[in-house]
């Protein structure tokens, strides 16, 4: 069964381990999805933090600092709500794009943002299926794709690139001969 997501590391995690929890979990998953910013296969990297007292502004602040610090201080970031079925609130990420500047191409479809991430607050519910108690812990998870990160940070026009064994398009990521 190809799998759509990395989340069940998640809940293995949470079920084998005492809170404070703080995880990185990176997989190959796949997606009924193909244009310039999908990939059918690509690679996953969820996040999930379990502690007492977290909130939604944690978890945005996580976010924020981490696209400044994986693109540039000047990256502006949106955060739109949004549904997952086990998260709750949850929200959306988007960057500006690094393709057009925000004036709008055909890597954001027009807008100016390029959607990277979801995320949200873990949902009571999936703790204490995973034995952590809800009213002394609660958690919020993040999962990005790798590839959108890479096109973002290096204006490469279409996610396919990475997938079709141009040579010479690989070669501008050697960086052992730097």
């Not at 995690?13 to 193909?34: A, F, H, Q, T």
Request: proline residues 7%; negative net charge; contains cysteine.
């Amino acid at each position: 069964m190809l799998r759509t997501h990395t989340s069940p590391n998640q809940a293995r995690v949470m079920e084998n381990s005492k809170p404070p929890l703080k995880i990185v979990c990176p997989g190959k998953v796949y997606r009924p999805d193909s244009d310039a910013s999908h990939s059918p296969m690509f690679h996953q990297i969820e996040g999930l933090v379990v502690d007492k007292n977290l909130t939604l502004c944690d978890l945005m602040g996580t976010l924020e600092s981490m696209a400044k610090l994986l693109f540039s201080p000047d990256t502006k970031i949106r955060f739109r709500p949004s549904y997952f079925p086990f998260t709750e609130p949850s929200v959306e990420v988007d960057l500006s794009c690094s393709a057009c500047f925000g004036k709008g191409g055909s890597l954001c479809k027009g807008t100016g943002w390029i959607e990277v991430l979801g995320a949200g607050m873990v949902h009571p519910f999936v703790l204490e299926n995973c034995g952590i108690d809800s009213k002394e812990y609660n958690a919020y998870a993040f999962g990005f794709g790798l590839e959108r990160f890479a096109i973002i940070k290096y204006g490469i026009p279409d996610i396919r690139l990475f997938f079709e064994n141009d040579v010479n398009f690989l070669k501008q990521f050697d960086i052992a001969e730097e």
